[in-house]
């Protein structure tokens, strides 16, 4: 890849960003599964904490900053970023499928 073709890279850079967003989830919420429990929803009237939404938003913000770190891997090592992508993306799909199926 040359040196002003940056364009590419960002993409690629970007779908590393999402994969450990995804990824990021699926362990988050194991984790968070075993060690904080939620609570009885019928029991809670009102709650200032929507685990869900900030699992969403804290895991977005570490895919962000996961793109920019890949992005800097990308425009050194472009064929190997790219080619990486796709046993990522499976076993990322593997890990949300899991914690989906066994811990809901």
């Known amino acids: ?7 590419p890279a960002a993409g690629v850079a970007a779908c590393w960003g999402c994969v450990v967003a995804v990824g990021g989830y699926a ?8 060690v904080y429990p939620d609570a009885n929803p019928a029991a809670v ?7 869900f939404f900030w ?3 804290t895991c977005a913000y570490a895919g962000g900053i996961a793109s920019f ?3 800097l891997g990308t ?3 472009f064929d ?10 499976a076993v990322v799909a ?6 989906v199926t066994l811990l809901p």
């Open 1 to 7: 890849m040359k040196p002003n073709e940056a364009g």
């Open 27 to 34: 362990v988050v919420r194991g984790i968070q599964f075993f």
């Open 45 to 51: 009237t009102w709650s200032a904490h929507a685990g």
């Open 55 to 57: 699992r969403c938003w």
């Open 69 to 71: 770190v890949a992005y």
């Open 75 to 77: 425009r050194s090592r």
């Open 80 to 89: 190997l970023s790219v080619r990486a992508l796709a046993p990522a993306i």
């Open 94 to 99: 593997g890990l949300l499928a899991a914690q």
